[in-house]
C-alpha cells in the first residue's frame, strides 16, 4: 500500500502562488510514477501534471507555463508550484501514484491511477 499526504493548499490572490506537496510511504519512492490531478465544485476531476519514475513531465495545456512538477527522492515527495494563479484553478487538489511500467500513455487518465491523497483545497480570489 502506499499512503500519499498533501499539503500547501490554502487561499491566495489571483496572480500568486503556491506550492502543494505529497508525501509518499509505503513503497520505494522511485518506482512511483505520480500525477497531480484536481477538481473544482461540480465538475469532473481533471489531470493536472505527472512526473513518472523516469522523471517525464506532463502538463494540461491550461497549466503550461505557470505549474511546475518535480519530485525530490531524498524527500519521497512531489510537489507542484503553482505561479500566476487565475480563479479557474480553484480546486481540490489531489496527489495520485501508480507503479505501472506503461505510463507515456495513461498518465492523464483518473483511472490508472491507484493510491490517492486526501486532497487539498486551493482557492483564488479576485
Known amino acids: 500500500q502506499v499512503q500519499l499526504v498533501e499539503s500547501g493548499g490554502g487561499l491566495v490572490q489571483a496572480g500568486g502562488s503556491l506550492r502543494l506537496s505529497c508525501a509518499a510511504s509505503?513503497?520505494?519512492?522511485?518506482?512511483?510514477?505520480m500525477g497531480w490531478f484536481r477538481q473544482a465544485p461540480g465538475k469532473e476531476r481533471e489531470f493536472v501534471a505527472a512526473i513518472s519514475r523516469g522523471s517525464m513531465i506532463y502538463y494540461t495545456d491550461s497549466v503550461k507555463g505557470r505549474f511546475t512538477i518535480s519530485r525530490d527522492s531524498a524527500k519521497n515527495t512531489v510537489y507542484l508550484q503553482m505561479n500566476s494563479l487565475k480563479r479557474e484553478d480553484t480546486a481540490v487538489y489531489y496527489c495520485a501514484a501508480n507503479s505501472r511500467a506503461s505510463y507515456s500513455a495513461t498518465y492523464y487518465l483518473f483511472d490508472e491511477y491507484d493510491y490517492w491523497g486526501q486532497g487539498t483545497q486551493v482557492t483564488v480570489s479576485s
Open positions: 509505503g513503497r520505494t519512492f522511485s518506482s512511483l510514477n
